[in-house]
């Protein structure tokens, strides 16, 4: 919210430097975003005091050689009036229409002065000069708002209210500094001027001072010519209705226009800036009706009614009835005539009743509205505005007639209206005041600060608390609790987040000052943390990814249909995926079923700055259950998934390199079996053959399978044997090159890897110890010779079964296809190493071993023995 300066201290006494004043915002609360300065020091482009001043212009003539150009001849509290040439159009009607019965206020720039160049694209600075336009020296200017740094209007010069004094520098009379603060949802007390002037007040102990607005009205009494009519107490608390007639509707006085704007809303008409107005001054959202156009001028507030629609102030058609078509939660309130909807409640204002420049009689509205529905409903509607951002925020239930008051009169004024006497107020809910009773003692447990109970309802009475101190033996005795005074505390209308103790003790603690709170330790002893073994073993796959070289990356969990087809374009179907239904933009619609797109989309990025790429990523998918929950409704099925990519060459480029072989299968199966062993799996995951994938290339992919036992059924109950069982737990692989080409990769080979981590975490081992062995190791090879469909991972299975425990390790060092080894066969030899704990294995032994693998090969995959 930006607030200026002396719009604020219309209701406070501050004299503070902005600086400090956004200090101390910062520590009672309201974090200060940002100090912006208009025409003073410490702006981008300071008004110069001696040469941008306040002139009125007595006299516009035409320019004697162009049509489009005029003289104006202006008072800037000089010796004598000047001429300045000037483009205005706003100043053509004028022309030639000799001196004016009541002179223009305007800017007057004189040579030298630096302004924003007018015709130029954004903020382009320059100095003014002299020189002739057509024949006619111009030496000065006449300023536009774009020139002068307030909006980027230019079609015309700036003109100011008549009460501007002439000769006065501009930045006396117009210099400006705006506080912006980022307003947090339950600082909704301060989405005002006045809200952030009590504030202030509280926080520094200047004087407040909140005028009770009044308003004149000469018109007949509203009663038996306005009515309202409220279905749905529950949604909305309280309706007020005022009526203003003969209104004329035109632009609102330029002071208004100016707060308007450095508050950071463009001025439309004198209706709706007064509304915008009276909403930044006190924090009340108003709406105005065509009273015209509202039939019998009976307002109702009801809900939607199916099958209804309104077209809103946006120009949109709108369905009003709950669904996916509509993007609405819930039913929307209505405020209606008999013949249908006229505006959403609390969020937008229909065209069929909106004030227009025919518009001659208004209905004036401001309610209080359910916090919750407006909410759902501006969500639903994608319709968030000013006015809904309070509504869901809550209002002060004292706050619509002081709004109207203030709104009535400014339309007396500054529109012309003739305003009714009275005004309609349906008020059948209540605001019930909430009264908690808060001790000292409560105070001191929670923030740390002793304060005696006429020092806490003094601090609290600057918010606007009503307080009164009961009990206990005097103003400062609170050393015995048991008669320690309390403080009673009421809780205003406009504090409608106050509702515990806790709530209280924090608003001590801001009015106190946080930072006069001593640091302190705790004196009660830290239970034990919470055991998160899935959280741990996760950061130890991170930790293993990163020491195999990987950098982890985070991507979106929300991915665009395109990307998805691009990759895989059976899995482009848009009813296979959870789609949210209010999504930010188009693109960001649908959640991932896969880690896939996404990183693939970030690995073609970040391919552009560097040849080499190797990324991870953790983290969830989203897919759809098949079967609704409770109450009918659903959640998405939300497992954790791992991603892996590389691309680029295996080694980098330097003096000695002469490898620069692109990453491959071998190179990702790597990381993986290194992962795997480090969660303890080796020994039970293995490897298949992958080719119902179309996202990766065949005879380059293969699924990782982690086994498992399950004990088989016995009739009589007793434990029977126990059967090995297989489940796919990933996939991994070189890309096909369809999915590199739609994903924009322009590197030779890409291999990438999804498993599902959930899984590997359940079945983890804790890290065991084994014992190193005292006694010498013995390596022996073994070249077999099998079909070429044989994977080589059931091949080292067999081997490690027939081996069994004295097996230490098992590595392939060569493959073999040629002649030598006959047609649709391959040569695989290995390094065996063979130890035992407890001797040293003797030639009987080895030969034994030997002889049990090779008749296990055999006899499962008709392998032979080469040489």
């Known amino acids: 919210m930006k607030v200026p300066l002396s719009w604020l201290r219309e209701f406070v006494a501050i004299d503070m430097p902005p600086e400090a004043l956004a200090r101390t915002l910062t520590f009672g609360g309201l974090e200060v975003a940002g100090i912006h300065y208009l025409g003073l020091e410490g702006a981008e482009l300071p008004w110069d005091p001696e040469k941008i001043v306040i002139c009125q212009i007595l006299e516009v003539l035409p320019h004697p050689n162009a049509d489009r150009l005029v003289l104006a001849t202006v008072d800037y509290g000089g010796p004598q009036p000047h001429t300045v040439v000037t483009g205005a159009p706003n100043l053509f009607p004028y022309r030639g229409a000799g001196p004016l019965a009541q002179p223009l206020k305007a800017v007057f720039a004189k040579e030298g002065s630096r302004l924003y160049d007018g015709h130029a694209e954004g903020k382009v600075i320059t100095t003014l000069k002299a020189r ?16 002068l740094g307030i909006s980027e209007e230019h ?10 004094p002439v000769g006065v520098p501009l930045r006396d009379f117009m210099g400006e500094v705006v506080i912006e603060i980022d307003i947090t949802p339950n600082y909704a007390r301060a989405l005002s001027i006045v809200g952030v002037a009590r504030e202030l007040a509280a926080l520094t102990g200047a004087t407040l001072t909140l005028p009770d607005p009044q308003v004149q009205a000469d018109g007949p009494p509203i009663t038996g010519r306005a009515a309202v009519t409220i279905e749905t107490p529950e949604l909305c608390p309280r309706f007020t209705l005022g009526l203003a007639e003969d209104v004329r509707i035109g632009p609102s006085p330029h002071w208004m226009q100016r707060r308007l704007i450095n508050a950071g809303m463009r001025p439309i008409n004198n209706v709706v800036d007064i509304s915008n107005y009276v909403m930044l001054e006190w924090g009340q959202p108003t709406h105005t009706f065509d009273a015209d156009r509202v039939a019998d001028q009976h307002l109702i507030v009801r809900l939607a009614r199916p099958g209804e629609r309104l077209k809103t102030l946006d120009g949109k058609d709108r369905d009003l009835t709950p669904g996916a078509e509509s993007g609405l939660e819930r039913t929307p309130l209505m405020v209606c005539d008999r013949t249908g909807p006229l505006a959403v409640a609390g969020v937008m204002g229909g065209e069929s009743s909106e004030v227009s420049e025919r518009t001659t009689r208004v209905l004036l509205e401001a309610a209080i509205w359910e916090s919750t529905q407006i909410r759902k409903t501006a969500r639903g509607l994608k319709l968030p505005s000013e006015a809904s951002r309070r509504f869901e925020r809550g209002v002060d239930y004292a706050l619509p007639p002081i709004a109207q008051r203030r709104c009535l009169e400014l339309m007396r004024l500054h529109c012309g209206a003739t305003i009714a006497q009275g005004l309609v107020d349906a008020y059948p809910r209540p605001w019930q005041p909430i009264t908690l009773e808060l001790s000292p003692r409560e105070v001191a447990r929670i923030i740390g600060v002793r304060l005696s109970a006429h020092e806490i309802a003094s601090l609290l009475s600057r918010l606007g608390f009503g307080c009164s101190v009961r009990g206990g033996l005097g103003a400062g005795d609170f050393a015995a609790y048991a008669d320690e005074p309390v403080v009673q505390v009421e809780v205003p209308s406009f504090r409608q987040d106050v509702t515990i103790l806790a709530d209280l003790c924090e608003e001590v603690a801001r009015v106190y000052g946080y930072e006069r709170i001593p640091a302190t330790l705790l004196a009660d002893e830290l239970p034990p943390p919470d055991p998160h073994p899935e959280l741990a073993l996760e950061q130890r796959v991170r930790e293993v990814l990163v020491g195999c070289g990987l950098t982890e990356l985070i991507t979106h969990s929300l991915v665009d249909m395109e990307l998805v087809a691009a990759m895989a374009p059976s899995e482009a179907h848009a009813d296979h995926y959870v ?14 079923r896969s880690l896939l797109p996404s990183l693939g989309a970030a690995l073609a990025l970040n391919l552009r700055e560097q040849e080499r790429v190797a990324i991870f990523e953790i983290g969830r998918v989203y897919l759809k259950p098949e079967r609704l929950g409770e109450g009918g409704r659903w959640l998405p099925d939300e497992p954790r998934r791992l991603a892996i990519m590389l ?12 490898d620069r072989e692109p990453l491959d299968f071998f190179d990702l199966k790597g990381v993986v079996e290194t992962l795997v062993a480090r969660l303890g799996l080796a020994g039970r995951v293995s490897y298949t053959p992958l080719t119902d994938d179309e996202r990766f290339h065949p005879g380059r992919a293969a699924a990782l399978l982690l086994e498992s036992e399950e004990p088989e059924p016995r009739l009589d109950g007793r434990k029977g044997r126990t059967r090995q069982l297989s489940a796919r737990v990933g996939v991994l692989g070189e890309l096909h090159p369809n999915a590199r080409a739609g994903l924009d990769v322009g590197a030779q080979r890409v291999a990438a890897a999804e498993l599902d981590l959930q899984a590997l975490i359940d079945a983890a081992a804790p890290p065991g110890f ?3 062995s005292r006694f010498p190791a013995t390596v022996q090879d073994l070249s077999i010779v099998a079909p070429v469909e044989v994977p ?17 390790d098992l590595t392939l060092f060569d493959v073999y296809t040629g002649p030598q080894v006959g047609e649709g066969k391959r040569s695989l030899t290995y390094h065996l190493t063979f130890r035992a704990p407890d001797r040293t294995l003797n030639d009987e032994t080895l030969a034994k071993l030997r002889k049990k693998i090779i008749g296990g090969l055999e006899r499962e995959i008709g392998a032979t023995i080469r040489g």
């Open 132 to 147: 002739p336009v057509r024949g006619v020296l111009s030496d000065a200017m006449l300023c536009s708002e774009k020139e």
């Open 155 to 164: 079609e015309g010069i700036l003109i100011l209210e008549d009460e501007a």
């Open 579 to 592: 789609k949210l239904s209010n999504p930010n933009t188009p693109e960001k619609t649908y959640m991932r």
């Open 647 to 658: 691309a680029g060459p295996r080694n980098g480029e330097y003096w000695a390199s002469v």
């Open 770 to 772: 084994k014992s190193i």
């Open 792 to 808: 080589e991972a059931e091949i080292a299975a067999l081997v490690r079964r027939g081996a069994g425990e004295l097996l230490e």
